[in-house]
């Protein structure tokens, strides 16, 4: 019951006092004119959702920051009686910005437009048997996990006595994953494992490494087939794969909570609201040691397996992942969705992680250390992996740029002395160029708005 529902139930109760007291058929006659008008809506209000059906149906569960998330909202009305108004209210995590909306059918629609990823909207006038559809296109701008839902659909009688809901539970939760760049140059050495040809890895993927040939199994695709073989025995014979010889290369991520510095001040800047025809919205990173350490690492895993290199990742945050090195589009995917829900709050530092899990890491293969750690024993912790015959690489945090310790260009400085490849990433420069450039002191870039 609305208020202005109470002060019709007011003037009901005094017609009928007055009705009682005078016995007038006037006061009647507004007594049952009040008394039905609250009968009436009240029915009206009861029904306006029956026969009512909610649907929404995101394009894809995965997103990635930067990319346009996708969702489809129905509202199906299979009742045999027109609803006059239905208001949807979404309550949906996703955090994000609005970049468009439409919906399809009545011309009396209208969308509410809110920051954020947001299905809200009021649809009027929907007939029997009839629905309603729209589209809402949200930029998406922050990793992890998110719930899609919970809505709640309003509704009611045409003078706004009595209000109607109906909740409609959480359907669905969408991974966006981390934010990548393109990495143009990277300091991998392109070494062979120990005992290069001689250490035998067969696959299930076409490799130019052909090994050897075995009878044709169910499953194996024609382009396997070897048909001199198949010609000289009668029968069906497949090739078998190995993978290269190459070493393996694995992102170890510090996401321990000391180390970590964030500007608090600075929110995430996205472009313009609007999409161009040809042109996605572009989108900056939080100004904070977690967020560019993950862009790195996610950067630096899609750069190496788009050159068929076999990465590995490791990193103890709120939870130990670990991901065995691999190959292919899928090991992608494993390492993004473990970075999206990645919380750098760890207990663990570079120095203890390697201890617990670097014997996983072969002879011969590149570690890549992405820290933003300014103390001295990040570089005994690179020293160390030269001495067993790993070869590291440090991606350095400028912790003092993003409003923490100083002393990561002595730590970096150092590094190059000895020989170790390092990359610098400060507060405000694009990670693409950060992690392409070898150059230790370069302009540094206004982080404040």
Known sequence: MTRRAGVVLGLFVLSLAGAVITGKSLMFSLTYIWGGLLIMSFVWARLALRGVVFLREPRTLRAQVGHIFLERFTIINKSRF??????????????????????????????????????????????????STWMVRTLCTRRGRFRLGPAELLSGDPFGLFRSQKEVPIGHHVVVLPMTVPVHSFPIPGARRPGGEALRQHTFRITPNAASVRDYAPGDGFNR???????????????????????????????ARIPQAAIYDEQITSAAATLEASKTPSLSLPFATEE??????????????????????????????????????????????????????????????????????????????????????????????????????????????????????????????????????????????????????????????
């Not at 400085?413 to 070898?438: D, H, K, M, N, Q």
């Not at 002191?441 to 708005?449: D, E, I, K, N, Q």
């Open 292 to 449: 560019y350490g993950v862009a790195a690492a996610a950067s630096l895993a899609f750069h190496l397996i788009h050159h068929d290199r076999s990465v590995g990742l490791v990193t103890h945050g709120k939870a130990r992942h670990v991901i065995q090195a691999d190959r292919g589009e899928a090991q992608l995917q494993r390492i993004l969705q473990s970075l999206a829900v990645l919380d750098a709050i760890g207990r663990v530092g570079m120095r203890e992680v390697l201890k617990i899990d670097g014997e996983r890491i072969p002879r011969g293969g590149t570690v890549i250390l992405i820290t933003p750690d300014v103390r001295p024993e990040v570089l005994d912790t690179a020293r160390n992996l030269k001495r067993v015959a790993r070869n590291p690489v440090l991606v350095l945090m400028d912790a003092e740029s993003f409003g923490g310790e100083k002393g990561t260009m002595e730590l970096a400085t150092t590094a190059r002395r000895e020989g170790i490849p390092v990359r610098v990433v400060r507060c405000g420069e694009p990670l693409e160029a950060s992690l392409a450039s070898s150059l230790l002191y370069r302009p540094s870039l206004p982080t404040a708005a």
């Open 225 to 255: 087939i070897h048909w001199p073989s198949t010609a000289r025995r009668e029968r069906l014979i497949v090739k078998e794969f190995e993978f290269d010889p190459m070493a393996e290369v694995w992102i170890v991520l510090d996401a």
């Open 82 to 131: 027109p609803k006059l108004w239905i208001e949807v209210r979404d309550r949906s995590e996703l955090p994000g910005q609005w970049v468009s909306a439409f919906l399809v059918g009545s011309p009396f629609q209208s969308a509410i437009k809110r920051p954020g990823h947001r299905a809200s909207a009021v649809v009027s006038g929907l007939g029997p048997g009839k629905e």
